[in-house]
């Protein structure tokens, strides 16, 4: 007979609050690991979508997918072990092309273009044909010529030992697979795009130094007969113009998204002049790090629906033909693809407290659905810290902005908590990059263990216009710092964050920031570097050819030989770092190549640092492998225990 538990025996009581960064969460590093993003990308022909999945079974493999049917069935349509996605910039995207009868896909181990017959996808294993030649070659961000039966897309060459992969449009015969060049002579192609009765094509051209956020030529030309372009017209751009995502509506006006009010706002060619479609203080594009943008679309009686960013949010509006914007659908703390079919709006968006979202939103009926959908495990309710956007000023009086996540553990009672938790700054990649709300499990990791964190979008970041972007340029090294010495005062002073237990943590140009940040500033007790900068020159120098010149565009610097990229190089202040770092680097990475950590790491070295490296042979500039994510958070969290006595 089993004996009852006495009703009068006391409630243990949850753990205190003052055990902060040493709290058990059910979000362990392997949960992290296999939740990542797997809903990538929309893609669009005629009035079907697809799209792609990356698959956390398989090391993050990105497939094809449809949506689901009226029997919620979904078919894979590109077979193992093809990885779609592109290495054109070194970033890719746009990497699969879907018309009415094929996918073409960018397969990421050989960088060849692939050909899958949908039809037969769908009822039996898919087959994948080569339709390119092996050799050093990449291609994304493809369009389909139905007049001629063929591809145009973005072609880069690597075949030359001596100089830069030369990027150029070309047309592609799948059949035979012979290519002839479209377009050449620029250093970077993107977007071309047909009009709607294939005459004529227009594309986005750009040069050194510059990136594509800073200036971009917008291009327009007919086809001859021989299917070759006929006298280029140039439509906008300058040097001092970001133009992206051009396009074609139904009745073939071309539109396309310009910062020439400061902001990326809409306009269209026609008449043989510009056009203001809308202008306001919203940004509705984001830096065209990846190809393949798609923020905007056209309704049938010639109404836009875009997605844009305002005040660190997104949301969905329409753009009438009075070139006002109404709000429809938000705020979502991202929003990547959009796409419009028979006035129905279908777009991927992220959430504070759930995983991202396929959305189809009926315009006519104002009614959202979700069509696909990255839900968290139910067993997360009550481990997940939920943003709250915070504002303050800069040294400069400018307004910063960034993401506060509270400690946060239903099994840990608050009501005594004794002092301040430890504080994470995470610094956001690019520089030109941004954070967002949206729910990201890595950040998860932390709150769920005692920490709080924030997320700082500091001067240069996106989202706030052409000017804010700028504001890092001839300053990087320095402003991004101070934003984030700024930041740790304003928590401190507003009992958010623990003074004598602040860290600091950032990716790539984020790990340049928090190598500055370590060296040039004393207020940081220990800092963890993924794939960081530490030498300016040395990266400049060897850098790919996509960001071959942003480097000296950050420092406001084209001769190597000045001072600057010494002064802003962590590698040649060691002897002002005092505190425990911590490294991780890709040994493949050809972004940030791997010398860049081992210097850093053998001067801290020898002056008897505290310093620990890995290096993962398998991984290049930015972590995939399941096995890598879970190493690398543990290995985290056990340092920061270790050198601030957690």
């Known amino acids: 007979m089993s004996k009852s538990k006495s009703s009068s025996k006391p409630m243990r009581s949850k753990p205190s609050h003052n055990r902060f960064g040493c709290w058990n969460s059910p979000l362990s590093a392997a949960r992290v690991a296999q939740q990542q993003n797997s809903i990538q990308e929309l893609i669009r022909c005629n009035d079907q979508l697809l799209w792609l999945k990356a698959l956390a079974e398989e090391n993050g493999r990105v497939s094809v997918f449809t949506l689901p049917d009226a029997e919620n069935t979904v078919f894979e349509l590109s077979p193992a072990p093809l990885n779609v996605r592109s290495k054109v910039h070194e970033y890719g995207g746009a990497a699969c092309l879907y018309t009415d009868q094929f996918l073409y896909v960018s397969n990421f181990s050989d960088q060849r273009l692939y050909e899958i017959a949908i039809s037969a996808a769908k009822n039996h294993p898919a087959t994948a044909r080569a339709v390119t030649v092996e050799g050093p070659y990449r291609y994304a961000d493809a369009v389909w010529d139905a007049r001629r039966q063929r591809i145009i897309c973005v072609m880069e060459d690597h075949s030359s030992s001596v100089q830069e992969p030369i990027n150029c449009l070309i047309s592609l015969d799948p059949e035979s697979g012979k290519i ?29 130094p510059y990136m594509p956020w800073d200036s971009t030529y917008l291009w327009l030309a007919e086809f001859n007969e021989q299917g070759e372009l006929s006298a280029p017209q140039l439509i906008a751009g300058s040097d001092k113009e970001s133009i992206v995502q051009a396009t074609w509506s139904p009745q073939s006006v071309l539109h396309f998204i310009s910062d020439r009010s400061d902001y990326w706002n809409l306009y269209c060619y026609q008449n043989k002049k510009v056009e203001i479609r809308y202008e306001g203080e919203e940004e509705l594009s984001k830096p065209m790090w990846v190809l393949g943008l798609h923020t905007y679309d056209f309704c049938s009686n010639d109404e836009i629906v875009t997605a844009y960013t305002r005040n660190s949010e997104g949301f969905i509006g329409l753009i009438g033909k009075d070139q006002t914007l109404k709000p429809l659908a938000g705020p979502y703390p991202i929003i990547k693809n959009l796409h419009v079919i028979n006035d129905e709006v279908f777009f991927i968006a992220g959430h504070s407290n759930d995983g991202e979202h396929i959305y189809r939103y009926r315009l006519r009926q104002s009614e959202l659905t979700s069509l696909v959908s990255e839900t968290i495990n139910p067993a997360w309710t ?28 239903k099994d840990y009672d608050s009501s005594d908590a004794s002092g301040a938790p430890p504080l994470i700054i995470k610094t956001h990649g690019g520089p030109t990059s941004a954070a967002s709300g949206a729910l990201d499990l890595a950040i998860q990791y932390w709150t769920s263990r005692g920490f709080a964190l924030f997320d700082l979008n500091y001067r240069g970041s996106c989202g706030y216009g052409r000017a804010y972007r700028r504001a890092l340029y001839g300053q990087w090294g320095l402003a991004d710092v101070d934003d984030c010495v700024t930041a740790c005062h304003f928590l401190i002073q507003a009992g958010l964050a623990d003074a004598q237990r602040l860290i600091i943590r950032g990716s790539s140009a984020g790990g340049y920031c928090t190598l500055a940040a370590l060296t040039f500033s004393k207020l940081f007790k220990a800092g963890t570097s993924y794939y960081g900068i ?37 590698l040649f202040h060691v002897d002002k770092l005092h505190c425990p770092i911590l490294f991780f680097q890709g040994a493949l990475d050809k972004v940030v190549p791997p010398e860049q950590a081992r210097k850093m790491v053998k001067a801290l070295q020898d002056k008897h640092i505290d310093v620990a490296y890995y290096e993962f042979e398998n991984e290049a500039h930015g972590f995939r492998q399941h096995s890598t994510l879970q190493s690398t958070l543990e290995l985290e969290w056990a340092f920061y225990k270790r050198v601030l006595a957690l």
């Open 534 to 570: 530490s030498d300016l020159k040395s990266l400049a120098l060897g850098c790919h050819k996509f960001e071959s010149h942003y480097v000296q565009q950050l420092l406001n610097e084209e001769d190597l030989t000045q001072p600057i990229y010494q002064q802003r190089s962590p």
């Open 180 to 208: 002839h060049p479209l377009a050449q002579g620029a250093d970077f192609y993107a977007a071309p795009r047909l009009s709607p009765d294939g005459t004529r094509l227009c594309w986005l051209s750009w040069n050194h």
């Open 382 to 409: 009550g481990y997940i810290s939920t943003p709250k956007i915070l504002r303050f000023p800069a040294s400069d009086n400018s307004q910063l902005s960034g993401f506060y996540y509270p400690p946060t553990n």
